[in-house]
């Protein structure tokens, strides 16, 4: 047999021939057990022991949040001569137990991203804020509500939450409501222009052997370009963005029907729709008119902005972003970071 079939036998023998009201500890369960076995045994070791007690000690977050139910302790440091300060896992509202599991597992302050597991953002971020834990949550606003749920809860003071969201046609009133719950914008419109900053385009231009003078005016062409090809399109986008952050604002005036009535009515009556269309008019067509490449990856919500300019690096469609993620694993990683910091936020 393998190592783990004889654990496996040796621990499903343990725990049934242990007297009833026993308290069976086990140390690592996870330890030579594939993961897909590991909770079938322990589920079955539970239904077959429903009056012995059993405690697990592990390392595997997975696992212990496979516990159901189960009363989870966290060890939060050791002092010496038995001097250990533990904790009840605490439960945190809108929160599932598993991400909270894993915040606490972490022992680093945490940043909630966009995407997943493998997504640019989760790469990215890991890479430009090494010392903090990231987490993502899949669209914004599961990180801004990730967030502020973590902020104020008592047992986990220590760490830290913060979040980072794409731009993506926000406001500056929405911006530095965000920011007073720890959760920043990025500053350009989406993660997918990050691959599109003028050092970036260098660093690239040269690993290819390319002219960085001549590479990155074909860049800002192809882009701005595009910004203009689509304008009305982005236009519209972003007023609709600001109609709906305003209308999210909506409160009653009074907790009566005409109470509410009225306050949807002042909610509407705010929003000057002409006016968003003129200011949003005005902020592109300058872009437009200053050839503002900057500004435009700001403000230009396209998520194919960096498949695009793989053409300029004579490069298939999705090649210049995988190109870059290559690089961040050789030791050209500093260099890529450094090129990406200016358009990230601070986080301390």
Avoid at 13 to 30: K, Y
Avoid at 276 to 294: G, P, R, V
Avoid at 339 to 345: G, N
Wanted: negative net charge; charged residues 25%; proline residues 4%.
């Amino acid at each position: 047999m393998s190592d783990g079939e004889r654990v496996t036998l040796y621990l499903l023998g343990e725990c049934l021939c242990a007297p009833e009201n026993s308290i069976i500890v086990v140390d690592e369960p996870e330890l030579h057990l594939h993961k897909s076995i590991m909770v079938r045994l322990w589920n079955k070791v539970e239904e077959l022991c429903p009056n012995k007690l059993i405690v697990y000690i592990t390392h595997d977050l997975d696992f212990a949040t496979s516990r159901i139910g189960a009363k989870k302790i966290w060890i939060k440091e050791y002092g010496g001569n038995s001097d250990w300060i533990w904790q009840e896992v605490p439960e945190v509202e809108g929160l599932p137990e598993s991400l909270t599991v894993e915040v606490i597992g972490s022992r680093k302050n945490v940043i909630f991203t966009e995407g997943d597991k493998n997504s640019y953002d989760t790469i990215l971020y890991q890479a430009i804020y090494p010392t903090f834990h990231i987490i993502p949550r899949g669209g914004c606003e599961k990180v801004i509500e990730a967030t502020k749920a973590l902020q104020g809860v008592p047992a986990i003071h220590h760490i830290t939450a913060s979040g980072i969201i794409d731009n993506d046609y926000r406001t500056q009133q929405e911006i530095t409501a965000l920011e007073a719950s720890r959760v920043f914008t990025i500053r350009v419109a989406e993660i997918e222009n990050l691959f599109c900053v003028d050092p970036l385009l260098e660093i690239v231009a040269v690993n290819q052997a390319l002219d960085p003078a001549v590479i990155i005016p074909q860049v800002h062409t192809l882009v701005l370009e595009g910004l203009r090809g689509e304008l009305q399109t982005q236009i519209a986008a972003r007023v609709e963005k600001e109609v709906v952050f305003k209308l999210n604002r909506y409160v009653k005036i009074a907790n009566s029907q005409q109470g509410i009535t009225d306050g949807l009515t002042a909610t509407v009556g705010g929003i000057d729709v002409p006016a968003l269309y003129a200011e949003a008019t005005a902020l592109y067509q300058e872009i437009l008119d200053n050839n503002d490449y900057n500004k435009a990856l700001r403000y230009y919500n396209r998520k194919s902005l960096a498949n695009r300019i793989s053409q300029v690096f004579n490069l298939r469609n999705d090649e210049y972003t995988s190109l870059i993620l290559r690089l961040l694993k050789t030791d050209r990683k500093a260099e890529i970071v450094a090129a990406l910091t200016p358009f990230v936020p601070v986080i301390g």
